[in-house]
């Protein structure tokens, strides 16, 4: 009898950065780990949002016994509201993301008939043939989770997103000696979190940023401007903590910011001393050296009050001498430019500003690679899969993983929709799902196509030539002169004379067309090729020409 | 008798990275230092090239003594080609960027009548009541020079781009000891560059890229890549020694790097061992632990060998397991995602690939901030200008300035088109002259202006709708039918109902108009206030509306 193999297909997350999803499958039962979003890169013009392309759970729907997640960040839990209504399975984890998706669910009108379950650490779930519990991990988030499941082949360990900080400032460090009784017994698959396998040595302690705000609470001469993602409790607690050993008032500034904290005081993941949280109206009356300001904004986001006080923009709070501000976090990639602008103009304005190439105001939330290879080494997985992480990081982590003695044969780097098989002597590769970027923008998800982007694209870059050609109906004659009118290509003032001789190039190419109703894409072809020669050899650009023929 | 002053005017690189280019005037005298381009930001949609707005200097065009460039890096002297012709002023530069200008002038066909001068350091330049006298520096390109420029009101010293590097791969160390003798006698002002302001400590010496690019050689079981900029002469030869001490031999792959390789071997700034370099013919015979490759590509350009060989997509070099590639570069900012796509391929097809965030291959060519406080401390300037950077550089590395003693009123923190005034007692900024950013477009310099940006913007972002609309030239109603044409919006298949109906809805706004030629302008309004909110309504998507009225 041969006995069923495990399915692993990872969904999203192991080919960009983002959108986390992972179907694991036995037999006809199948369980899903997150589910996430990614925001978009540069070149995906107009596109609000990315979420995975989920055909093949679609297709095996009766299957799913449950979506399992192991924090609340956004790349985790953010394509919940557009991909729950469609699997209408019910939902696992922990207290604090159990709320942060009810809101989201809520947002999108989503929430009714979700089935969400608030989980405990320890906990067992059934979910068909798996039976899986949720581990504490230390991460940028309160109440993230790895998850031990065991299968009929063995025990799988997913480790989240996760660090090992021995002194967090929030919740449990990562179970260490759990795991190390789940590799003493023996575990078959390894799936690891490779988002910082670039980087040596060790992540540091939030402690450290816990230091460098005492000291500048304690230094700074007027206002302390604190910004950080409204989702990094821990370090909205470190500011409260600093801000009343040195008898400083905080100040919460910003829709966003003002919501998490209100959830996690009343959900008691943040501690605050009687009295030390004040109301913005009370900021004016205040001495400017017992204040202490929190907001987001710490990606230049246009919207946020950052950005808005950066721009002399906002209501309550406008830069003085004096005030000094800490961005608390770094940059996500592809919004350098943007915190830039804001850095530079709090800085134009007399701010002094701390940010994390000048002082050590944030440390991020994955482990390094010494870290990487201890849990490797305490978990001593027959198999590993590296997760989380583009194509370099996984085939890093693989190389660590290889590096404390996993034989290279029992590492796999996948990607999203590979398939891969595994039995309890080996796996493999076996086929390919649908996989890859489904678009969210604005009210639709998932009719944008690589033809609306390749349209977007083009016109980005130089702009587009309507060319409107009256045709008489039943001559197929030109009727009257052809009109030209261009967006984003060129300046029409200066560039008057060549747009004027370009109508006479496409006049002149019907003299001797005679052209019948049949010929019209013809003259499609023959007006493009004609423009788009002419224009580039005048301007070296190359517009979308767009030829409209109106028939009279 | 009230004596004339100094007017320091940036015209570029202070406000953002790139493009430098500064004017000092002494009544009827201007002198010019370099002339730079900047590649464009994001934001900066189809534009190939930024260069300076040169109003002033066209306006002061009979004062100016001429053009002194600091080095040969893009951004001091990339702009050359299109605003030497209309100076029409002698340049200077010592010999190495004096060769790659005349191969740009070249390129672009305005080297005839340029006026192009080598000199040595130490030689004494007289451009007007200016003297100016180049001196040796440090920095990733070989024959960087600073100035020292005798003014009537004492002396200005100008570091270029510079770091202290005591034991550099090629040319001389920065000359110390004629600023520390320059400080003795007394210096007025100090410009000096501010690129790596943030950064703490010292710039590594290039010798430690050299020791790893000893090691790679050493332990690689198969081929070297090293792919770098190709101005980066210095690293070249490191190649080129490391090579030769681990009997490997170099192949240059790639037009730019095997032009630049040519002429540095020429002008022996490049020394090559016989016998080392080959011709790519011979690579195929060649035992794989006997060759390097050098090649461009570090930032990941498309067309790029190194680009070509990750894609699969190069003639002579296909990747091979046991291939070691270097990238000895960091990324320029805007590049990271092009890059990262780059690494993610060489290891998809089993490259071993080392890149600055695991491995020392590459050191910057900037001083940090222990070394900007050295110059300082040497120089002495009894005022100080940072240049070189963005506003945060700019303010940091005043900050450091006041550090050593300089008072803050002493301290000037200019921007682009900011006229200093500047006396033996103090300065001020007192005008501003016209600056910013000139684009570059295909052929055309400067008619790309914000119109035709926010219109590739907004294209960029959700596309376009073109409405056709004929109407009767006599009675000014509607005729047929209007016909809309969308690209970058939506998906027009599946769209097919809402854009029928979109139609209607246009038709329908012309049954009570009866409108007269004379409204065809409130009609273009009026549709596109109707499809504006339509289409949002619908999709939440805002494209432009581009109504065409068609008369017949």
Not at 156 to 182: E, N
Not at 445 to 463: P, Q, W
């Amino acid at each position: 009898m041969t006995r069923s193999k495990l399915k692993i297909i990872p969904l999203g997350g192991l080919s960009e950065i983002g959108k986390n999803m992972m179907a694991i499958q036995y037999e006809n039962d199948i369980m899903i780990i997150d589910a996430g979003l990614m925001f978009p890169g540069e070149e995906m013009l107009g596109i609000d949002l990315v979420i995975p392309d989920i055909s093949y759970l679609m297709e095996n729907k009766e299957k799913i016994r449950g979506i399992v997640i192991t924090h609340g960040h956004e790349d985790h839990i953010g394509a919940l509201p557009y991909l729950l209504p469609q699997l209408e399975v019910p939902v696992y984890s922990t207290k604090l993301p159990h709320g942060l998706i009810s809101v989201k669910l809520k947002e999108r009108k989503a929430l009714d008939g979700a089935k969400l379950n608030a989980v405990s650490y320890g906990q067992q779930l059934s979910l068909g043939r798996f039976r899986v519990e949720l581990f504490p991990v230390c991460h940028s988030i309160p109440d993230a989770a790895g998850l031990i499941i065991h299968t009929p082949l063995g025990i799988i360990v997913h480790s989240g997103d996760f660090k090992l900080d021995y002194t967090p400032v929030y919740g449990k460090p990562t179970d260490l000696s759990r795991l190390a009784q789940l590799g003493a017994q023996g575990v078959l698959l390894l799936l690891s979190d490779s988002t910082y396998s670039e980087l040596p040595g060790y992540t540091p302690s939030e402690r450290i940023v816990g230091e460098t705000l005492d000291q500048v609470m304690a230094q700074a001469p007027g206002r302390v401007i604190v910004t950080t993602f409204s989702s990094l409790v821990s370090r909205i607690q470190q500011v409260i903590d600093a801000a009343a050993r040195h008898n400083r008032r905080v100040f919460v500034v910003g829709r966003s910011m003002t919501d998490i904290v209100k959830m996690t005081l009343e959900l008691g993941y943040l501690k605050a001393p009687d009295g030390i949280l004040a109301n913005i109206d009370q900021l004016k009356k205040m001495p400017r050296d017992k204040v202490v300001l929190v907001t987001t904004g710490s990606q230049g986001e246009p919207t946020s009050a950052l950005v808005r006080i950066a721009n002399k923009d906002h209501r309550h709070v406008h830069i003085v001498k004096g005030d000094t501000v800490v961005l608390s976090a770094t940059a996500v990639p592809g919004n350098e430019a943007l915190i830039n602008r804001t850095v530079d103009a709090l800085f134009r304005q007399g701010a002094q500003v701390l940010y994390d190439k000048v002082a050590k105001v944030h440390v991020h939330g994955h482990g390094s690679q010494e870290e990487l290879k201890l849990l490797l080494n305490l978990v001593r997985p027959k198999f590993f899969i590296p997760v989380h992480g583009e194509y370099r990081h996984l085939s890093l982590h693989a190389q660590l993983a290889e590096s404390v003695g996993i034989p290279q044969s029992n590492i796999f780097v996948l990607e999203d929709g590979d398939v891969l098989e595994l039995g309890p002597d080996g796996g493999k590769v076996t086929g390919k799902v649908s996989s890859g970027n489904v678009y969210v923008d604005g009210l639709s998800v998932g009719d944008i196509g690589s033809v609306v982007l390749r349209n977007r694209r083009m016109l980005s870059r130089d702009g587009i030539v309507v060319v409107i050609i009256a045709i008489n109906r039943q001559t197929g004659k030109l009727v009257g002169r052809p009109d030209i009118v261009s967006r984003g290509f060129v300046d029409t003032r200066e560039s008057k004379d060549m747009m004027e001789e370009s109508r006479d190039l496409v006049a002149k190419s019907f003299d001797h067309s005679g052209a019948r109703p049949a010929d019209w894409d013809f003259i499609n072809t023959k007006v493009r090729d004609i423009l788009n020669r002419f224009y580039y050899d005048q301007t070296k650009r190359r517009p979308m020409i767009l030829p409209v023929v109106v028939k009279v």
